[in-house]
Antibody, heavy 120, light 107 residues
Framework: QVQLKESGPGLVQPSQTLSLTCTVSGFSLTSNSVSWVRQPPGKGLEWMGAIWSGGSTDYNSALKSRLSISRDTSKSQVFLKMNSLQTEDTAIYFC??????????????WGQGASVTVSS | DIQMTQSPSSMSASLGDTVTINCLASQDIGNYLSWYQQKPGKSPKLMIYGATNLEDGVPSRFSGSRSGSDYSLTINSLGYDDEGIYHCHQYYEYPLTFGSGTKLEIK
């Protein structure tokens, strides 16, 4: 069965770098994409970026200068690194599987989310 | 960026009611719209894709529709299990964007 699980530090200091790992099972990273989506407390969802099955990446332009997404297919892991963190980056960070339903791209499986607080 | 204006931000309805949640896209997105349901403390769950297609396993009480740039999610015969936050999502153009969410409470 398809599963995704985020891991990483719960607390990051301002101006530091956030590193999160998404470990997947039940599918191959060379067959499906993985996106990162975050949700600040009490707010809506924000798509951060994706790594596609071929290894290319796309980023939200609002975060592009600070964000990097990479993967290790042998370990079925996707990595998120974001630098220069500020308090407004406090959020739940989700990794999601992308798949196709005919012409339509969907995020059909989500991890449980990793809570990240930016605070000194 | 494509803005998704979602309404209402919150609503309360009774068991058995029919409710409709709306999303207005700031530009044409074709049928490249999904709806997600999110329960408290949980991750979102895909309900509708392609504006009108029901994801496998989702009850047929849920339906999606489109009129121009207006997209709607309708839930018939509301049950307690339908309580949560509903998000619309466009995947027509990068960056992918979401509506601000609609919190549905069952009275």
């Amino acid at each position: 069965q398809v599963q995704l699980k985020e891991s990483g530090p719960g607390l990051v200091q301002p101006s530091q770098t956030l590193s999160l790992t998404c470990t997947v099972s039940g599918f191959s990273l060379t067959s499906n994409s993985v996106s990162w989506v975050r949700q600040p407390p009490g707010k809506g969802l924000e798509w951060m970026g994706a790594i596609w099955s071929g290894g290319s990446t796309d980023y939200n332009s609002a975060l592009k200068s600070r964000l990097s997404i990479s993967r290790d297919t042998s370990k079925s892991q996707v990595f998120l690194k974001m630098n220069s963190l500020q308090t407004e980056d406090t959020a739940i960070y989700f990794c999601t599987r992308g798949d196709l339903r005919g012409y339509y791209y969907v995020m059909d499986a989500w991890g449980q989310g990793a809570s990240v607080t930016v605070s000194s | 960026d494509i803005q998704m204006t979602q309404s209402p931000s919150s609503m309360s309805a009774s068991l058995g009611d029919t409710v409709t949640i709306n999303c207005l896209a700031s530009q044409d997105i074709g049928n490249y719209l999904s709806w997600y349901q999110q329960k408290p403390g949980k991750s979102p769950k895909l309900m509708i894709y392609g504006a009108t297609n029901l994801e496998d396993g989702v009850p047929s009480r849920f339906s999606g529709s489109r009129s121009g740039s207006d997209y709607s999610l309708t839930i018939n015969s509301l049950g307690y299990d339908d309580e949560g936050i509903y998000h619309c999502h466009q995947y027509y153009e990068y960056p992918l964007t979401f509506g601000s969410g609609t919190k549905l409470e069952i009275k």
